[in-house]
């Protein structure tokens, strides 16, 4: 996978994972297995986790994490039309490609 695809793929996860209230790495991780059927490793759990909270799109709080509405905004975006996880990390990736394009 690019660096892009992984930061869609967890970007995704935390999302889910953070739906109903903030959750630690661990939660990100299993929800990211579930997505992928792959553990996400700690290198790419921390670069996506890094890069997410520079772009504003996740705050982390002691241990956990939580979108932001700028996060939730791209959730929201990217689910517009879809509730299929694969087209929504499609969606996601597609529009972080324009973050790294500015």
């Known amino acids: 996978m690019t660096e892009i695809q992984t930061t869609s793929w ?3 996860a935390a999302a889910l994972a ?3 209230k903030p959750t630690n790495i661990n939660g990100i ?10 553990i996400p490793t700690q ?3 921390q670069t996506s986790i890094t ?10 709080h002691g241990k956990n994490y939580e ?9 929201e975006k990217a689910s517009k039309n879809t509730q299929i996880l694969m087209l929504i990390w ?3 990736e597609i529009n ?5 394009e500015n």
């Open 29 to 38: 991780s299993a929800v990211a297995d579930g997505i992928n059927h792959a």
């Open 51 to 60: 890069w997410l909270i520079k772009q504003g799109f996740i705050l982390k």
């Open 43 to 45: 290198k790419e759990l």
């Open 18 to 20: 953070t739906s109903t």
């Open 90 to 92: 499609k969606n996601i």
């Open 10 to 12: 967890i970007f995704l």
């Open 67 to 75: 979108l932001t509405f700028n996060g939730k905004i791209e959730y």
């Open 96 to 100: 972080f490609n324009l973050f790294e």
